[in-house]
């Protein structure tokens, strides 16, 4: 995610009652004032973003939440990626030096597969791909993490909801258990979190930004979470944003991004945050109060 917020409106409201998760959905661990540290696009202080390696390292520091980014292919592959554009975390412009701006959707998935998404981090992790969704999922299943996962610029990729959730159910993560307290779907677009909530009521959503307090409970219709920048809240916020009932019966959360340091850790956990989203896991974790 990047702190560019993309407008939105909610006026259309869903008639339908959203499916129900069991207690156990809760994202904040433990009495619910220690929030739940998220890595965000994998561990990615320490390994390339939106790699497998980010997702290992992750794991390797005991992080069960982590975040990633899906973009798509020209011929319709889901790729981990955060931006739109292939330069700055891949070698494409040396690789397909004629094909600027180097956009994702302009090359195959055969073509992204050749890239080096690693060397531009440091040497220790050249050669490292960009991952199908599929790839990742299935990693972050073999540590037994849970995954918040960013449709990308969905007004690009028409369609991309539908074919993220498909490639989801067919990697077994729409089943109870993984519904329940393992996935949650977000995006800058509202109207890209409500086709998803249309499409699988039964997925936690979450929108990225910071609505005025007014357009909450348009929103709690079809989310289960707002999610803003650490920059733009408030103690006062966060407790408008929890006195909206989300999409599942349940108060919507707030997981704040990205915060990097122990003060700004232990500021935003002040203000009743549910999680908090950091490219240093390790740190933020080791800031916030015991249990």
């Known amino acids: 995610m990047h702190a560019r917020a993309i407008a939105a409106t909610t006026t259309a409201l869903l008639g339908t009652a959203a499916l129900l998760l069991p207690p156990s959905h809760a994202l904040a661990d433990g009495d619910g004032r220690r929030p739940t540290v998220i890595a965000h696009r994998g561990a990615s202080a320490y390994a390339p973003e939106n790699t497998l390696a980010a997702v290992d390292k992750a794991a390797e520091l005991g992080v069960a939440w982590v975040e990633n980014d899906v973009q798509r292919t020209r011929d319709g592959e889901l790729v981990v990626l955060h931006d739109d554009s292939l330069q700055r975390t891949t070698d494409a412009e040396e690789v397909f030096p004629g094909r600027a701006p180097w956009k994702v959707q302009d090359f195959s998935a055969a073509e992204v597969a050749r890239l080096d998404a690693g060397s531009w981090f440091g040497p220790a992790y050249a050669g490292a791909r960009v991952p199908t969704l599929q790839q990742y999922v299935r990693r972050v299943e073999l540590h037994h993490q849970k995954l918040l996962l960013e449709v990308k610029n969905p007004e690009l990729y028409p369609g991309i909801e539908k074919e993220t959730l498909k490639l989801l159910g067919n990697e077994g993560w729409l089943d109870q258990r993984h519904l329940a307290d393992r996935l949650i779907v977000q995006s800058f677009s509202a109207d890209s979190v409500r086709t998803v909530h249309q499409l699988k009521p039964g997925v936690r959503t979450g929108f990225l930004g910071t ?76 800031a916030l109060p015991a249990d």
């Open 211 to 286: 609505p005025p307090v007014a357009d909450l409970p348009a929103y709690a219709v079809f989310v289960d979470q707002i999610n803003p920048s650490y920059s733009s809240l408030s103690k006062g916020y966060v407790s408008a944003v929890h006195a909206s009932t989300g999409a599942h019966g349940r108060p919507l959360e707030v997981s704040t991004w990205t915060v990097n340091d122990a003060n700004t850790a232990r500021l935003v956990t002040g203000y009743g945050v549910d999680g908090i989203i950091s490219n240093k896991p390790d740190v933020v974790r080791d």
